[in-house]
């Protein structure tokens, strides 16, 4: 499991293992204020690392913030 | 004139014997019995203890409507003001029979009602909330401190007198705050804590926390192009109208639905019911909590296998830690039996 949501601290005390950073509370996995091109290369960039997340390999909490 | 006190001990501490005598049946003595005689000198001439009920804690446990019954009714016919069972200390079916007993008492006469346990006892668990149980050391050893605290504690709830923390009463708390006023205000008690706790003193929290499991991860997905991935939310993304009535905050459940035959989430079809972010977003774009149109793109696009057919949505603020663990559960199970590989959980 990969989980997206904002509040890394929140995710990391409650035991999530993959963890992706998401944009905003409100919106974890869309940048919709940027317009709906935006909104959507935001949220395809987080999916992508969310599927890449759950490929990798861990062996302890990890935040993949980067590609 | 003192108060009436019946007593409820097991097989053990009423002298009929060990494990063999487990199955002894509910039996009354008029008297103090075993523990009963030092819990009435600490009682004084306050209340005195009119009865014993003896029972064995295999009989209780293995016939406990039966047991229960007998016993209401001796305990009745006593008409006591208050009733004290065990201490039980870490003993598993005494702490449950106490602890089912007193609950019983406590509701059928409205009378207060005593026990004694270890923290670990599962009795703890149990009836916490529906009795005072006193916190008892793991064996017997604690007798004395522990009758004595069970003395004291049911003076006051038979006199009336407000109680304090559960801490300083001496019982393991029910989980009910109470508000009241202190000295200090909060920012003056929190830099307080605060310089206690840089200073590597020790410090005392007003609000514990819950303890959070440790889970091992996961192995990763080996082969992604043919894997089935589900999207679950604690987003309390749900049909418009919220056919199964989720609850906007503390869940107590969680739903799931059929996207199989969807492209994207859209606003007339799907709503926000999370109580705990602004929902403006999400209503004129559900995607961006549940990412639906990017993962069926991708699906298509051969990134991975298949996107499961349902979603699995639930709302996470004020959620209880028991509750969300049981709901990650059930969907864990439901999703490895359907032959999910790996899931994306989307939180707000």
């Known amino acids: ?67 | 004139m003192s108060y009436r006190v019946v007593c409820y001990i097991n097989q053990f501490y009423g002298g009929k014997g060990g494990e063999e005598a487990a199955d002894f049946k509910p039996a009354l003595v008029k008297n103090p019995v075993g523990p009963g005689l030092e819990l009435q000198k600490f009682f004084g001439d306050e209340a005195v203890i009119v009865g014993t009920i003896i029972c064995g804690d295999g009989y209780y446990a293995e016939h406990i409507e039966k047991a229960r019954a007998e016993c209401l009714k001796m305990i009745q016919d006593l008409k006591p003001d208050m009733f004290v069972a065990g201490p039980a200390f870490n003993a598993g079916r005494y702490g449950v029979a106490c602890g089912d007993i007193c609950a019983t008492v406590a509701e059928s006469l409205g009378i207060p009602s005593v026990t004694g346990m270890f923290p670990e006892n599962p009795g703890v668990e149990l009836y916490r909330a529906q009795i005072f149980i006193v916190k008892t050391e793991g064996s017997a050893r604690g007798m004395k401190e522990a009758l004595s605290s069970m003395a004291r504690l049911g003076l006051k709830l038979l006199k009336g007198t407000p109680l304090g923390p559960a801490r300083e009463e001496g019982y393991i708390h029910r989980g009910i705050r109470k508000n009241f006023f202190k000295e200090k205000r909060g920012s003056l008690r929190a830099i307080d804590m605060l310089l206690q706790k840089i200073a590597g003193k020790t410090f005392e929290t007003e609000y514990e926390m819950p303890v959070f499991k440790k889970i091992p991860p996961a192995p990763p997905i080996k082969d992604l192009k043919h894997a089935t991935i589900a999207l679950v939310t604690s987003g309390g993304i749900v049909p418009r109208g919220n056919p199964d009535r989720l609850r906007v905050s503390s869940s107590e459940s969680y739903a799931k639905y059929d996207i199989s035959g969807l492209d994207d989430l859209t606003p007339d079809k799907f709503e926000s019911i999370h109580g705990g972010y602004d929902r403006m977003w999400a209503n004129l774009n559900p995607d961006v909590v549940v990412p639906l149109d990017v993962m069926r793109e991708l699906e298509r696009g051969g990134e991975f296998g298949k996107l499961h057919p349902y979603l699995y949505t639930t709302t996470g603020t004020g959620t209880s830690v028991a509750n969300a663990e049981r709901f990650g559960r059930e969907i864990g199970r439901e999703l490895k039996e359907a032959g999910v590989d790996g899931v994306i959980l989307t939180s707000t």
């Open chain 1, 1 to 67: 499991m990969a989980q997206i949501a904002t509040i890394v601290p929140i995710m990391l005390t409650v035991g999530a293992n993959r963890i992706v950073p998401g944009v905003a509370i409100p919106h974890p996995v869309g940048n919709p204020e940027a317009g709906l091109e935006e909104d959507k290369k935001t949220r395809r960039k987080l999916v992508l690392r969310a599927l890449k997340a759950l490929q990798t390999e861990i062996s302890e909490q990890t935040i993949f913030d980067s590609d």
